[in-house]
């Protein structure tokens, strides 16, 4: 293989901490660098432009390792363009027995309809197969709220059209070490119409954790009404709910909600995406007269235009 065909990628964790106070860590994220021996401040600096971190403190960087892979595109090359490697990075939380998303709702009960043993008697020798059964609310993990969560005229997760769920155009909001208060300033650089919009807060960090549950940052109802004046096609955020569970009127789920914008709550991994040039696919299951529902939401990305990657850990 030539030396031309061939990229450099530097595999690493990194520790933010943010002038305005927060931080955020993240773990196996990946870049591509001309220069194996790209130095960390060099690194560190490609890294908060890539996500497009704001007021950045300090980045350190440890655990890094450099990897010799393939080109994905053919930059420069006649003839036939190869397709693009297209990285999956997973944004949900896993479902599992007895978790706990939002404080004082029970978590899921996991276990068997048939089980692998009892299933033998029903098959030829050697066959087995499991039946799984899970009684759960509909809040549970990483879920989509659709408008009948909010009315009940609304359309129910049956009603949403995989169009307004999957394959949508994304854009990732840094909303980091700015107070609780994600407002309508913070959104006014993005163009967010029609789009779906991921505000990163770095909440997720806290997940399974009693922190989580409580002083989480939310969307303000300024930012909300901006956001469906935009024409935002979704809306998502990594913490336990985009309104202040303080107001009892929960004034951005009424908003986006009323105007047909989905909102997905209890997001992870965002820091894992750049600011733009990523699909984003949340689709929950048609189900009919409900409101709410876990969602697998991940994010496609070309080779060039991110550095995400689907091993990479929120911690």
């Known amino acids: 293989m030539n030396e031309d065909d061939e990229r450099w ?5 990194a520790d933010v901490t943010f002038a305005g106070g927060g931080g955020l860590q993240t773990q196996g994220f990946l870049l591509d660098v001309t220069d194996p021996e790209v130095d960390d401040p060099d690194l560190a600096d490609l890294f908060v432009r890539r996500l497009g971190l704001p007021k950045v403190d300090e980045v350190r960087i440890s655990g890094r390792r450099t990897l010799r892979e393939p080109h994905t595109g053919a930059r420069g090359a006649t003839g036939p363009r190869r397709t693009a490697h297209r990285r999956t990075v997973d944004l949900s939380h896993s479902i599992r027995h007895g978790m706990i998303t939002y404080p004082g709702v029970p978590g899921p009960e996991i276990g068997d309809h048939l089980s692998r043993e009892a299933s033998r008697a029903h098959y030829a ?3 087995e197969f499991a039946i799984g059964r899970i009684s759960m609310t509909a809040n549970t993990g990483t879920y989509l709220d659709a408008p009948f969560h909010r009315f009940g005229d609304g ?3 049956a009603g949403l059209p995989l169009s307004g769920l999957t394959d949508l155009d994304g854009i990732v909001v840094r909303a980091l070490g700015t107070g609780r208060a994600v407002d309508r300033e ?7 119409t029609g789009r779906a919009v991921l505000i990163h807060t770095g909440w997720d960090r806290h997940w399974g954790t009693e922190q989580y549950g409580s002083g989480h940052p939310y969307l303000t109802a300024g930012a909300a009404a901006w956001l469906v004046e935009q024409g935002a096609a979704l809306v998502g955020m990594d913490s336990l709910n985009i309104d202040d569970t303080e107001d009892g009127a929960r004034p951005a789920h009424t908003t986006l909600l009323a105007a047909g914008v989905p909102v997905v709550e209890h997001l992870r991994g965002l820091e894992q995406l750049p600011p733009h040039g990523f699909r984003f696919h949340a689709a929950p299951p048609a189900v009919e007269g409900m409101g709410t529902f876990p969602v697998r939401a991940y994010a496609l990305l070309d080779g060039e235009a ?3 990657d689907d091993r990479g850990q929120h911690q």
């Open 125 to 127: 020798s050697g066959t």
């Open 155 to 157: 359309t129910d997760l």
């Open 9 to 13: 990628r530097v595999r690493f964790d």
């Open 306 to 308: 991110g550095e995400g």
């Open 186 to 192: 913070l959104l006014l650089p993005h163009d967010v």
